[in-house]
């Protein structure tokens, strides 16, 4: 069904490809140019378009390492050691769309559908629980069981009141097809944390060329969706663009046009930008080669320009990339990981993995990436607080661009991450946190290690979900 036919027009006005063009042409990375724009960056006041097309053009090493070291400084500065971890939960693999580089396409007899039920939603969550989680981002196709869209509303009340031992499900992302303004109401209603939808690609030739069929299709539906989201009240949306589909240079200046939209017409940008690159997926052959490829060399420096470019917005990178990349990363800006992950519907609870929705490059358990980010000096965070406690859209950025969430946020991921030593880890997981926490605690001031002393104090004697 088409924009028009579902009485909505999109303005999408905002999105100017030729300008994006004109940028790149025109960008010089001359190195006293450069380092004004790293210097301005250091301010945490984010960077224009035509910076961010100077930053692209960076290829000499040392300007490279400036650009890597100054998102560095910026990622702890706003937003500390913290390292916020989550986990997908797919509901369904069924899919109405025909997108040349996902497994879930409709015309693709390789895979086996599955759509879960309320009973296989809780046990896929018990099982989520039982190895630590706290925070998911749900999934689905682009298609409903006869329910239609209730169903995913009740998945997401399945998930909040399916409880296991000392652990909960304690807040739900959703990543789903774009919705109408009246369902994205009823989609808040729910009590969802933030909401996701990837443009996939800007590039609206590419668009066209990989969306073959399905409501999908509709380029401006999709783009005119977080419009939608925010207009119905949510205020906290993720951006995200499918890397190698179109050329990376070209994603990065649309996809910060995009943010730079919703902060114009809502006052508040992106809460979240993930950056996943085409990774081999079950009957695709476009996955197999990516038109437009991109290095790991050219990804690190798309996320350490995204650091600089909107240095208030979190940063996801999931188990689409290997443990080594994902390391490399983290010092680059990342704020965000999934760990311990299942792309298939079933996927926790089953140990076949045939019907994923593509290849995992991290193989690892929670377990094992939480003791890897403890030895960096990493804190494991699966903290929910800005959502209870109302920190969320505007406020939430008010208190990210001058830095202080971090005064919030280092006390109460330290508060999760004591209570998943406690309930959860592995015995060299609970040595290696343990060494960690005492760490962290000796180099805070006096005011902030009595607080944060005070939580830890508290899961201890058996409280969970404490926070500031």
Known sequence: ??????????????????SIESLLQDAKPDPGRVKEILAKARMFHGLTPEEVA??????????????????KEV???????????FAPLYISNVCKNECLYCAFRASNMDLVRRTLSYDEIAAETRSMIRTGQKRIVMLLGEAYPAEGFDYFLNAIRTVYETKEGPGEIRRINVEIAPLSVEDFRRLKAAEIGTYITFQETYHRPTYEQVHMAGKKKDFEWRLGCMDRAMEAGIDDVGLGVLFGLADWRFELLAIMQHAKHLEDRFGCGP?????????PALGSDLSMRPPHAVSDADFKKIIAIIRLAVPYTGMILSTRENA???RDCLQLGISQISAGSRTDPGGYESKDHTNAQFCLGDHRSLDEVVRDLAAMGFIPSFC??????????????DLAKPGDIKEHCNPNAISTFMEYLLDYASPETQAAGSKLVEELLSGMDSSHREFTADLIRQVKEGRRNVCI
């Not at 088409?2 to 006005?13: A, C, N, P």
């Not at 500065?77 to 971890?85: D, M, P, S, T, W």
């Not at 809460?271 to 990774?279: D, K, Q, Y």
């Open 1 to 18: 069904m088409s924009t028009l036919e579902q009485g909505i027009k999109d303005d999408v006005s905002w999105l100017e490809p030729l």
């Open 54 to 71: 100077v930053l692209i053009r960076v290829e000499e090493p040392a300007l490279l390492d400036e650009l890597f070291h100054t998102a």
């Open 75 to 85: 990622k702890e500065e706003i937003y500390g050691k913290r390292i916020v971890l």
């Open 271 to 279: 809460h979240t930008i993930s950056v996943p690159r085409i990774e």
């Open 324 to 326: 080594e990349i994902r």
């Open 384 to 397: 929910t607080a800005c959502y209870r406690m109302g920190r969320t859209g505007q406020d939430f950025m």
